[in-house]
């Protein structure tokens, strides 16, 4: 059994290069140059976040590395003994394939799907995923719609700064719970609210004198008021949490902080004989590249023409009600993007397995600098979404309403308000992604869209144009 | 009819073939799963309280654990053998060191002298929670008023608390009944000729009647004749019939002739032992508590039985017809025996005591606490004997892990609870020492006490009947699934060791973040499946759509 050696990360002083000491990834040193395996490099997390250094580079780089790197039965890739699932869940017999399009293991690199335009961003149909619970239906074989859900690629540009509203976000909505809760056992009578932050509602909470909560009415968020803002359900809190699962799901590699003795009573759940694949800092390295990807932007030197139709779209946009969920821009009040986050569970690293978390600070890099701010200072993210659940289906618009499956408690016809920025470079669109224009994807729309979208159609086909030219100046640079 | 299900022994096995369980130093298995640290802060927290008195105070020495203000979170009632009983009603702030001021309890300072255990119970389905007070000499139903207040109901009620030793309770709703009836377990009856060798006392069963008014009263008690000197008494399941046996334990120092005890209790019936006509199996131990918990999730329940000596974990055989009380022991097989000493060099067998399963490290796999301790200085018995935490481990078996945790203190353990009482979703235990200081410990998670660190996710329910009787649901199976993954655990009244807890149910989910929680009510009927997410208080209201939460802040 071939094992990844782990080194401790050396505090490399590297003169030639910069001033201060400096953060370098350990590397194996007995791995041959023409190693074919790609987990060859690991970071410290807790000595990186204890020195003075700049996190962002030295994890960036093996990010990037490792979110390009095709995974490798020498790297531990394939899990002949479990499922794909969020929670360790063993096989019920064992998998006729290594890899297999439907229960995965199906992708040999996250590039693999995730490069459109570039590493990181969306896919084609052709890279679409079937998303199962892999619990009761842990080995199906079939694309029966019965037993998953087929999903195009989400695009991940600007993740870090989606994550840090959500944080914000969370916080917020705590804060009014608890003084909620508060206001309650100081009256003595039950009191009510209405949940808003950064200008999105999110329901009512009824709170009693007893401290008891009612969450019957909270609107487009889960009962415990963690904003999760990924996947096209928006059911993973974090891109750790994303990470860590997509690396088992996907790749069959599987990261301790889950998948670990601690967790399991195994080093090796997968029974592939490669004990602890994936490490803290690995692990971290992946979600800085992808906190770190450059926002979506406006597409340059457009032709007059299209500015034009640009921008009376973008009014239009606004004026049948689009923008109520496609909301232009949310306000960030924090630019430092800690690592772990605050609001992760066990099974995902928490900051309360680290001596202290990593500090990556968005607001060092040129593009967030780049960002629009409110007269608050605060930076204003184009992000075209209000990170909030509708249900996007009836049944006569019941295009999005073409999964079987709840995933994660959410229901079948409730996504999360796809965020638009960066739609250019995206298609095809829709959580299928088997719509070819933005025409017939904002036509798919239904449930509480179902009046945006008959404004829309009702358009004059001039107008209409001025809408997709609008959506079609939404770029992801290449 | 054998019954379906993965044997826990096949289970085990192939578990033992897959993955070898580290040995620690000492040449012990070491724990995979994490160990939590605990911390003891009794005095700090302002608990003072010692559990004192002759040889009719060797044995008893409980602690009920339940709100009785409201605020839910936990209280305890503390006994005190010749010294007064004494309540503390809990004052700690969410996640911060543990806090206690003592109270009134309302009883005259005859009352609360000696009394050997407590039961928190809704006897009266006020929806405030009463205490049953076992007592050498007359027992006390005290019905709480509120506000950590009680008044002594046994004349109102009807109720005649006897002049036994009483060191053993249990209740039930049995179907058809609006209250709960109740049993005591009395141990050796001192005036009999020739004690107390052979001489253990009738224990008793004590049926609710309905008075015209709608109240409850408890007139009459029928003898559960012969007694054999029990320490532990359950309504129990245990064959999925929906109809709860009364299982007792037993003490075999003083009984002749005796055995571990099992009545059928038909509703409406007289009481019946099973008998070995019946398929049951005479055991002789020095039965002390008993702890219960459906380990395999196959509906029937396993028995964890301490006692001078080793542990039994007793399983309903597989071979058996699932109508027959026959059981294996798998108390080896799993390394939950704790027959001696873990700590020291003491090779004496082990005293054991209260018992309770519990997840204390939030893996989602049930752990084991024991509290131990010699009688008094009997010297064929260990004296330094340190409280037992084993902890379940992913092959199936447990793993000793009382010393890395912090509780093997050198005091003789009797009853005990573990409850979390500063809300922080750890499992934080009190003992009831001899003749030594209440252990009142802090748990940690993977922290300091400046900085307490979580371990698992985890999940408190709470479960109620509000428009009906058993408001508390006592007889529900409470059932919590997190992917492919079920545990299951019964809202029940009695075991342990003169012991008893009422309150929020704590489930470790390990890294689940969500799960899907259903109840089977008293009465068979099953809830639909509530959506709850991890690290919260739920309550689920019977005939609720959706749980409600509850926030200590």
Known sequence: MTQRSKVPVRLLILGSLLCTATFSAAASPELPPWSEKALRDDIDIDALAASKDDPIPVLRALGEHLFSAKFTTLDGAGRPDATGAIVPTKVRRPLPQSFQRLAGPDANACASCHNEPVDGGAGSFTANVFVSEQFESADFDTIDPQFSNERNTNALQGAGLIELLAREMTSDLRKQRKDLLEMARASGQPEKAALNTKGVSFGFLTAYPDGTLDVGALDGIDHDLTLRPFSQKGVFASLRQFTVNAMNDHHGIQAGERF??????????????????????????LVAWQATLPAPGRKPDLPGIWQDAAREGEALFGEIGCAACHVPALPLDNLVFHDPGPFDTAGTLRQSDVAAPLALDLGTLDWVRALQRDA??????????????????????????????????????????????????????????DLTTLSEAILAHGGEAAQSREAYAALLEKDRQSVVAFLRSLEIAP | MKRQGLPLAAA?????????????????????????????????????????????????????????????????????????????????TTSGPLKFDRSGSGLSDKQSRNVLGAYPLDFDNDDILDLVLLRLGENLLLRGRGDCRFEVANRTLGFDGGRAWTTAFSATFEAGLAYPTLAFGNYVDRSAPGSPWGTCHDNALVRPVTTGTGAVSYPEAQRLSPGYCALSMLFTDWNRSGEASLRISNDRHYYRGGQEQLWAVPPGRP??????????????IWGMGIASIDLDVD?????????????????????????????????????????????????????????????????????????????????????????????????????????????????????????DFNADGLLDLIVVN?????????????????????????????????????????????????????????????????????????????????????VRWPDGDWSHAYRVFANGHVIIERGAEKVKLWYPE
């Open chain 1, 260 to 285: 670990g003795a601690v967790w399991t009573g195994s080093d090796d759940y997968d029974g592939d004989g490669y004990p602890d694949e994936m490490s803290p800092g690995q692990i971290s390295a």
């Open chain 1, 376 to 433: 608050q200072g605060r930076v204003l993210v184009p992000l075209y979404g209000d990170l909030k659940r509708h249900t996007i289906a009836d049944p006569v618009n019941d295009t999005f309403g073409n999964e079987l499956l709840a995933q994660r408690f959410v229901a079948r016809d409730v996504f999360i308000t796809a965020e638009l920025w960066g739609i250019a470079s995206t298609a095809p669109y829709g959580h299928r992604g």
């Open chain 2, 12 to 92: 085990l096995t192939a578990a033992l073939l897959s993955t070898p369980v580290p040995a620690a130093e000492n040449g012990a298995p070491a724990s995979l799963a994490p160990i939590p640290r605990f911390q003891e802060e009794a005095a700090t927290a302002g608990i003072q309280h010692s559990y004192d008195g002759a040889w009719e105070f060797f044995v008893g020495g409980g602690v009920a654990v339940f709100d009785c203000n409201g605020d839910r979170f936990p209280d305890v009632f503390l006994a005190g053998g010749k010294s007064p009983a004494q309540l503390y009603v809990n004052a700690s």
């Open chain 2, 271 to 284: 009481p019946r032992p099973y008998r070995k006509s019946d398929g049951w199996q005479h055991l002789k």
């Open chain 2, 299 to 419: 509906g029937f329940p396993e028995f964890a039985l301490t006692s001078m000596g080793d542990t039994k974990l007793q399983k309903l055989d597989d071979e058996a017809d699932e109508t027959v009380p026959i059981y294996r022991d798998i108390a080896f097989d799993l390394g939950v025996t704790a027959h001696r000493p873990y700590r020291g060099d003491d090779l004496k067998p082990s005293t054991g005591w209260h018992s309770e399963f519990q997840d204390v490290n939030n893996d989602g796999l049930w752990d084991l606490f024991i509290a131990k301790g010699n009688v008094e200085a009997m010297p064929d018995f260990a004296a330094y004997d340190p409280d037992n935490l084993l902890l379940g481990q992913w092959t199936g078996k447990f793993v000793e892990a009382g010393e890395g945790a912090g509780i093997a203190l050198d005091r003789r353990g009797r009853g005990a609870g573990m409850a």
């Open chain 2, 434 to 518: 001899r003749s030594a200081p209440v252990s009142l410990f802090r748990n940690l998670g993977r922290g300091s006490a400046d900085a307490p660190k979580p371990l698992g996710n985890w999940l408190a329910v709470e479960i109620r009947q509000p428009r009906q009787g058993n408001i508390k649901a006592v007889g529900a199976k409470i059932s919590v699934k997190t992917g492919n993954r079920t545990v299951v655990k019964d809202v029940q009244v009695g075991a342990g060791h003169a012991s008893g807890q009422m309150g929020f149910i704590h489930f470790g989910l390990g890294v689940a973040e969500r799960a899907n929680v259903r």
